[in-house]
T-cell receptor, first 113, second 117 residues
């Protein structure tokens, strides 16, 4: 069983479109995150959700919105896609104080054309 | 704000050699966690090893060990008997102890490690 699963793995879309990336974890973790990895491989946190509350919201455009229907899911919705949004997006989860680290999904490569 | 610095963008060693990847970090906290993650070409982020700042003993996981120097804010990763499968990007990451568990990781820019046959 996959611990943190993301869909789709690849997404190619045109500028201006709206798209969503889904994430589900079956680890029973209480916190989920979205990270963005740019073309230079730099990873930066975008959001985290703990008990359905947004805890961290880094300086990302408001075109990006996380949606969490329950503790096991944290979807990422992106409006009006731009070329600069092209990147790999990772979902991750952790439990409590994350002593044992974070479990990552396999990533979604988003390409905006 | 926390920062994590990896000064080696790329390293290359021969199979079976030992290699050390450098990482320094900056934080005003006394308690925190440090991690090394591996990202092979498959893109998957894999936890290699973790260290809790309040533990003086350096963490070890099979061929992977760390040299944690708290005063110097240094956290290097040593890979012994390197194997071809160790070829990957390696990211050093930091997280403060507090925050109720909701704090994310701060990553370094990564070191691309290449193991030559």
């Amino acid at each position: 069983d996959t611990a943190v699963s993301q869909t789709p793995k690849y997404l190619v879309t045109q500028m201006g479109n709206d798209k969503s990336i889904k994430c589900e974890q079956n680890l029973g973790h209480d916190t989920m995150y979205w990270y963005k990895q740019d073309s230079k491989k730099f990873l930066k946190i975008m959001f985290s959700y703990n008990n359905k509350e947004l805890i961290i919201n880094e300086t990302v455009p408001n075109r990006f919105s996380p949606k969490s229907p329950d503790k096991a899911h944290l979807n990422l919705h992106i409006n009006s896609l731009e070329l600069g949004d092209s990147a790999v997006y990772f979902c991750a989860s952790s439990q409590g104080t994350a002593v044992y680290g974070y479990t990552f999904g396999s990533g979604t490569r988003l390409t905006v054309v | 704000a926390q920062t994590v610095t990896q000064s080696q963008p790329e390293m290359s060693v021969q199979e079976a050699e030992t290699v050390t990847l450098s990482c320094t970090y900056d934080t005003s906290e006394n308690n925190y966690y440090l991690f090394w993650y591996k990202q092979p070409p498959s893109r998957q982020m894999i936890l290699v090893i973790r260290q809790e700042a309040y533990k003086q003993q350096n963490a070890t996981e099979n061929r992977f060990s760390v040299n944690f120097q708290k005063a110097a804010k240094s956290f290097s990763l040593k890979i012994s008997d390197s194997q071809l499968g160790d070829t990957a990007m390696y990211f050093c990451a930091h997280r403060d102890f507090g925050g109720g568990g909701a704090d994310g990781l701060t990553f370094g820019k990564g070191t691309h490690l290449i193991i030559q046959p």
